[in-house]
């Protein structure tokens, strides 16, 4: 394989793999799938997560709303953990979950290349190791059997040799 991942491509698998976790473990709590199948799905105009303005689902539901049984992960989410930036404000009125935007001007045009083109490229090495697939929008990942083997590695505490 070459040189090892590298600390972008170890927190962009973590990434993944704590977004399919949310998923599975959500759904073998089999208390939280009974409040979901019981929760009052008609008089909700959409469905809008917890983390929108104005929740109309609750928190604990978000997995079931999102349903993001790949662990897919939009490569604004890894600006976002991975960089800390502050995404532009959404459009009340949009009703799908889409990508956040960021201001290059409020980033600094430079700075936001560096990481634009850091990201693609790290992405784009760790499709070609077969650890992840990008989708045909470019814009998300997910991990492949592969990628999440090497994410449960990469997430186990590391031992210390035994002294002889």
Same mark, same amino acid.
């Given at each position: 394989?070459?040189?090892?991942?590298s600390?972008l491509?170890k927190?962009m698998?973590?990434?993944?793999w704590t977004?399919?976790?949310?998923y599975?473990?959500s759904r073998k709590?089999?208390?939280?799938?009974?409040?979901?199948k019981k929760w009052?799905?008609?008089?909700s105009?959409?469905?809008k997560?917890?983390?929108?303005?104005?929740p109309?689902?609750?928190i604990?539901?978000?997995p079931?709303?999102?349903?993001?049984?790949?662990?897919?992960v939009?490569?604004?989410?890894v600006?976002?953990?991975?960089?800390?930036w502050?995404p532009k404000?959404r459009?009340?009125?949009?009703?799908s979950i889409?990508?956040?935007?960021?201001?290059? #001007?409020?980033?600094?045009?430079?700075k936001?290349?560096?990481?634009?083109? +850091?990201?693609? =490229?790290a @992405?784009?090495r %760790?499709?070609?190791?077969g650890?992840? #697939?990008?989708k045909s929008?470019?814009n998300?990942?997910?991990?492949?059997? +592969?990628?999440? =083997?090497? @994410?449960v590695l %990469?997430a186990?505490?590391?031992?210390? #040799?035994a002294?002889?």
């Amino acid at each position: 394989m070459g040189r090892g991942l590298s600390e972008l491509q170890k927190a962009m698998l973590e990434l993944a793999w704590t977004e399919k976790e949310k998923y599975y473990r959500s759904r073998k709590d089999k208390e939280l799938v009974e409040r979901w199948k019981k929760w009052d799905h008609d008089n909700s105009k959409r469905y809008k997560l917890p983390y929108e303005d104005k929740p109309v689902v609750p928190i604990e539901f978000a997995p079931f709303i999102e349903d993001n049984w790949l662990g897919a992960v939009y490569f604004s989410e890894v600006f976002k953990n991975i960089y800390g930036w502050t995404p532009k404000a959404r459009n009340p009125n949009n009703i799908s979950i889409i990508p956040d935007k960021f201001s290059k #001007k409020d980033i600094g045009q430079k700075k936001y290349m560096a990481a634009y083109i +850091a990201v693609r =490229k790290a @992405a784009a090495r %760790l499709e070609k190791r077969g650890l992840i #697939k990008i989708k045909s929008s470019h814009n998300d990942y997910y991990l492949t059997d +592969a990628g999440e =083997k090497m @994410a449960v590695l %990469l997430a186990r505490p590391t031992q210390p #040799k035994a002294i002889e």
